[in-house]
C-alpha cells in the first residue's frame, strides 16, 4: 500500500481578523447605528489621514531600509483595528451591540479583533510595485465588496456612491434579524469571511506585510489560521 503523502499546515496570514462565536445585535438598533457611530467616524477621519501620512513616511523607511518603522506600524495597525471594530458594530457585519472602545489598542474581551504581525524585514523592490501593482486584482474584488467608497470612508458603514456586497448582504441579514429575532448564520460566516478579505488587502497595500493575500473566502467567525480567541494563542 503506497504512503499517504504528508500534509502540511498551510502558514498563516500575518493579519489576523476575529469576530464573536456568534452575532449578539438586536432586531431594530441597526436602524440608529449611524448615528450613534458619528463620534467614531470623527475621529477616524483624522486617523486615516495620519494612516495616509504615516504609509507615505513608511515607503521611504523601508526603500532605504528594509524595516516598516516600529510606531509607525504599531499605529497603522491600530487604525485598521479602530476601523474594524466600528465596521462591525455598524454596517460592516451588524454582529454585536455592545459599542466599540476609543482605542487604537487591543481590547481582549471586544467581539471584533484584529492583529498584523510585525514583520522584521520587507522587501526594498515590493514596496515600489505591490501597493498600485500586485494588488489590481485584489482592488477589483474590494471595489465590489465595498461599492463605491473607500474602506475608510465607510469604516462605520455609512459611505457614498452605490452600496457593496457587504452592505447588502448586512442589510438583507438586519432585516432578517428585525423579522425573526435571529441573524442568519450562514450570512454572518459569509459577512466574516468578506471583511477579513478587505482588511487582508487593505494592509497588504498599506506595505504592513509582503505576504500576498490569498484569493480565499475564509468564512466563520475566527481566523481560520489563528484565532485571537483562543487562550492558547500567542497574542490572545
Excluded at 532605504?64 to 497603522?76: E, K, S
Excluded at 471594530?85 to 489598542?105: E, M, Q
Excluded at 471595489?143 to 467608497?149: A, S, T
Excluded at 428585525?178 to 478587505?198: D, E, H, K, M
Amino acid at each position: 500500500m503506497a504512503a499517504h503523502a504528508e500534509v502540511l499546515p498551510r502558514p498563516a496570514y500575518p493579519v489576523h481578523v476575529d469576530g464573536a462565536d456568534s452575532p449578539d445585535a438586536s432586531r431594530w438598533l441597526w436602524l440608529v447605528k449611524w448615528l450613534l457611530v458619528l463620534p467614531h467616524v470623527v475621529i477616524l477621519l483624522a486617523l486615516w489621514v495620519a494612516f495616509i501620512v504615516t504609509s507615505v513616511i513608511a515607503f521611504f523607511a523601508i526603500l532605504v531600509t528594509g524595516r516598516y518603522p516600529r510606531a509607525l506600524f504599531d499605529l497603522n495597525s491600530g487604525v485598521l483595528r479602530w476601523t474594524w471594530r466600528v465596521g462591525y458594530y455598524a454596517y460592516s457585519a451588524n454582529g454585536t451591540d455592545r459599542y466599540p472602545p476609543f482605542t487604537l489598542a487591543d481590547v481582549p474581551d471586544y467581539p471584533a479583533r484584529l492583529e498584523i504581525d510585525y514583520p522584521e524585514q520587507l522587501s526594498r523592490g515590493l514596496v515600489l510595485v505591490k501597493w498600485w501593482l500586485l494588488a489590481v486584482p485584489h482592488y477589483l474584488i474590494v471595489g465590489v465588496l465595498l461599492g463605491g467608497g473607500s474602506w475608510a470612508a465607510r469604516s462605520d458603514g455609512v459611505h457614498s456612491g452605490s452600496a457593496g456586497l457587504i452592505s447588502l448582504l448586512v442589510l438583507i441579514a438586519a432585516i432578517a434579524l428585525a423579522f425573526t429575532g435571529t441573524y442568519p448564520r450562514s450570512l454572518y460566516n459569509l459577512i466574516l469571511g468578506l471583511n477579513r478579505w478587505v482588511l487582508r488587502v487593505a494592509a497588504y497595500a498599506a506595505l504592513m506585510t509582503d505576504v500576498y493575500p490569498p484569493f480565499r473566502l475564509d468564512m466563520g467567525a475566527h481566523d481560520p489560521d489563528l484565532s485571537l480567541s483562543n487562550p492558547d494563542s500567542p497574542i490572545s
